[in-house]
């Protein structure tokens, strides 16, 4: 079946560090989702992008999608204590639901 | 709009015991979506809804489980003969159309002692 894996599982930074993860998915995705769950929160979406190569900037947070439309990846440049949480990407592959990577949670230390 | 809401935010129930939850999503979103997260782990998809059809059921989904979503507006998730594997968080979520971005309820979490 369709996976979505995301590494590292865990990060840990001094703020003002910069911090990046992956997704990567089995399969060729249509378009990808980003989103950011804060401790003891829920989902909060940040950003979908839909082209091969495509690269989006909201802020600190630059967002990129592979060429081949299998993998993507969020940096953050300059971390902030705001910045913790959890990092999910999703993924929908010709149907009408997101499926949810594995997720990496960010702890940044003041 | 005050977003998409859950009811309630916290539930505690016996083994064996039916439980329901309610989701009211964003009026003019027709799209709903069900998902459960248990601790360190992403949202898993449960089932999604189109106004008042529900188009698609997740393979891992027992047949106690069932959802309905009467007239296209709320929705309920129904748990029966609960069990300690069904402890979770229980999302919903909403959105415009297909590939919007989707809008998460707090969740329900539940607990099966």
């Known amino acids: 079946g369709q996976q979505v894996m995301q590494i590292p599982q865990y990060q840990h930074v001094q703020e003002g560090e910069d911090f990046t993860t992956y997704c990567n998915s089995s399969?060729?995705?249509?378009?990808i989702q980003w989103y950011k769950q804060r401790p003891g929160g829920h989902p909060v979406f940040l950003i979908q992008l839909v082209k091969s190569g495509e690269v989006k900037k909201q802020k600190r947070l630059t967002f990129q999608f592979g060429e081949a439309k299998k993998n993507s990846s969020l940096h953050i440049t300059a971390t902030q204590t705001t910045d913790v949480g959890t990092y999910f990407c999703a993924g929908f592959y010709n149907t009408d639901k997101l499926i949810f990577g594995t997720g990496t949670r960010l702890q940044v230390f003041p | 709009d005050t977003g998409v809401s859950q009811n309630p935010r916290h539930k505690i129930t016996k083994r064996g015991q039916n439980v329901t939850f309610r989701c009211d999503p964003i009026?003019?979103?027709?799209?709903l979506y069900w998902y459960r997260q248990t601790l360190g782990q992403g949202p898993e998809f449960l089932t999604y809804f189109q106004n008042e059809a529900q188009l698609e059921k997740s393979r891992l989904l027992s047949d106690r489980f069932s959802a309905e979503r009467p007239k296209g507006s709320f929705s309920t998730l129904e748990i029966q003969r609960t069990e300690q594997g069904d402890s979770a968080m229980y999302l919903c979520a909403s959105s415009l159309t297909a590939s919007y971005g989707y809008t998460f309820g707090s969740g329900t979490r539940l607990t099966v002692v």
């Open positions: 009026s003019e979103h027709n799209r």
């Open positions: 399969t060729t995705l249509s378009n």
